[in-house]
């Protein structure tokens, strides 16, 4: 587990890495640079590049870090890749559920095999369940969300690379919004973050713009019309929380 530097987070813990790309979102992945780069440097985790590798040994690392934490689990690929054996991805599930001073932040593209092994794992509450949706062509991904009985079910919309006019927030708690950013970055609109925004706000659900992007994303900031949004959510009793600017 590390400290992250991503915006929503504040630690990472990859008990799985590697991924296959399976969508628009997948062109430019960070994960995939940043992996190469590590095998580079001879980091033990990487030895198989992107390939998709369990790492067992990572299982129990929540569990020793006793100060409360937000944690996006795999950050560096996807829990719900089909060469993740369900019997491991409860094992993820069960770490979670006693590390329950932990949040822990699970992300997947694979929202129809999330749907279909939800019934097998361990829900616990610190547990929030959230799917990559980049394009209106993904939005069935919300749908598959909508199935799982997480108690916080989020939306990530980054890269967002088109307009989504369509999106129903009925049953989501929190969105993110973000422009790509790195090599061959792709283009974000301000009226798409905008149209989201206002979705948000008409639904009550928290918004958080994590950024422009660009090739040189520190640059281009994340401010929206000059207003920094970190809205999260914290409990049943708060609407939203700040956790990072």
């Known amino acids: 587990m590390s400290s992250s530097k991503i915006e929503w987070t504040e630690s990472t813990w990859n008990p799985v890495t590697g991924c296959t790309k399976i969508s628009d979102g997948c062109t430019n992945c960070y994960a995939e640079r940043m992996a190469h780069r590590l095998m580079a440097m001879g980091q033990a985790n990487y ?40 019997e491991f991805i409860q094992q993820v599930f069960s770490i979670m559920k006693q590390a329950h001073w932990h949040r822990f932040q699970v992300l997947t593209k694979r929202a129809e095999r999330l749907a279909d ?36 079910k989020f939306l990530s919309l980054e890269p967002l690379l088109g307009p989504m006019p369509d999106i129903d927030l009925t049953d989501i708690q929190w969105v993110i919004v973000g422009g790509e950013s790195g ?60 956790i990072k600017n």
């Not at 100060?67 to 890749?81: G, Q, Y």
């Not at 361990?122 to 969300?145: C, F, H, P, Q």
């Not at 928290?206 to 207003?227: C, D, I, T």
Request: aromatic content about 12%.
């Open 47 to 86: 030895a198989n590049g992107f390939d998709v590798t369990l790492h067992p040994h990572t299982l129990s690392a929540p569990l020793k870090w006793k100060k409360p934490r937000t944690i996006f689990v795999n950050s560096m690929s996807d829990l719900f890749h089909n060469e993740v054996p369900l």
């Open 117 to 152: 092994l939800a019934p097998s794992l361990d829900w616990a509450k610190n547990i929030w369940m959230g799917v990559t949706i980049e394009k209106d062509t993904y939005l069935s991904r919300l749908e598959y969300l909508r199935k799982v009985p997480a108690a916080l």
């Open 183 to 242: 090599p061959g970055a792709r283009p974000i609109e301000e009226k798409w973050v905008l149209d989201i925004q206002k979705k948000c706000g008409a639904s009550k659900v928290p918004f958080f713009f994590k950024q422009w992007g660009g090739v040189n994303k520190k640059k281009a900031g994340r401010a929206l019309n000059g207003k920094i949004y970190s809205e999260m959510p914290k409990n049943e009793h708060e609407q939203y929380s700040i």
